[in-house]
């Protein structure tokens, strides 16, 4: 069974200062992982995907993520934040063994201090 | 290019009453979605229709949830009877296709409060 823990439900940075949002997963098999963020009112919107191309992922918004398997992670990150990035963040697993539906995490809101 | 579009946004509902709620996904896209997102909790898939077949209803409650996708383009999916634990923001998603590499696009979101 595929599944993925947020390691954080509440990450707050000021604006201008990197941003760590971490994620672990667990897959049978080589899965896809996907940051999906969803802002108030608004529809989830993917961020980035990693499909088994390169490991380091560059998403909208400057957003990227690395996909390190001896870690089982995909951790997402952001030089430096903006107050437009305040936001729900899902990270989301698929696999074949889990049909390649997609399973989300829990949410990590992120809120930016001005 | 037009996005996933939902009706009702909101919804307030007494239990055991009956709801529906509606999504037209993008055009062209085979693949259609329905979630269920909970407070505090990630979504979960409900159903996926390709065209107007199912692909996975395993988690979709079957005694008081039904969803359809006619002509296999919009898609209706109805609560009936409510249950105060059904309250929830229901989310519909498309896709070109079911392969997890393409990229679902989500709607707004139907909010349903059962009181």
């Known amino acids: 069974a595929q599944s993925v823990t947020q390691l954080d439900s509440h990450v707050s940075v000021s604006e201008g200062t990197p941003v760590l949002l971490r994620c672990n997963y667990s897959s049978s098999y080589s899965p896809s992982l996907f940051w999906y963020v969803q802002h108030p009112n608004k529809g989830l919107q993917l961020l980035l995907k990693y499909t088994s191309a390169a490991t380091l992922v560059k998403g909208i918004n400057g957003f990227e993520a690395e996909f390190k398997k001896s870690e089982t992670s995909f951790h997402l990150t952001k030089p430096s934040a903006h107050m437009s990035d305040a936001a729900e963040y899902f990270c989301v697993v698929s696999d074949p063994s889990g049909n390649e539906k997609l399973t989300f995490g829990t949410g990590t809101r992120l809120t930016i201090i001005p | 290019e037009a996005g996933v579009a939902q009706s009702p946004r909101y919804k307030i509902i007494e239990k055991r009453q009956s709801v529906a709620f509606w999504c037209n996904p993008i055009?062209?896209?085979?693949?259609l979605y329905w979630y269920q997102q909970i407070l505090g909790q990630g979504p979960k898939l409900l159903i996926q229709f390709q065209n107007n077949g199912v692909v996975d209803d395993s988690q979709l409650p079957k005694d008081r949830f039904s969803a359809e996708r006619l002509k296999g383009v919009d898609s209706t999916l109805k609560i009936q009877p409510a249950k105060l634990e059904d309250s929830a923001v229901y989310l519909c998603?498309?896709?070109?296709?079911?392969?997890?590499?393409?990229?679902?696009?989500f709607g707004p979101g139907t909010r349903l409060l059962v009181l």
């Open positions: 998603a498309s896709s070109l296709g079911a392969s997890p590499k393409e990229t679902q696009y």
């Open positions: 055009s062209g896209h085979a693949t």
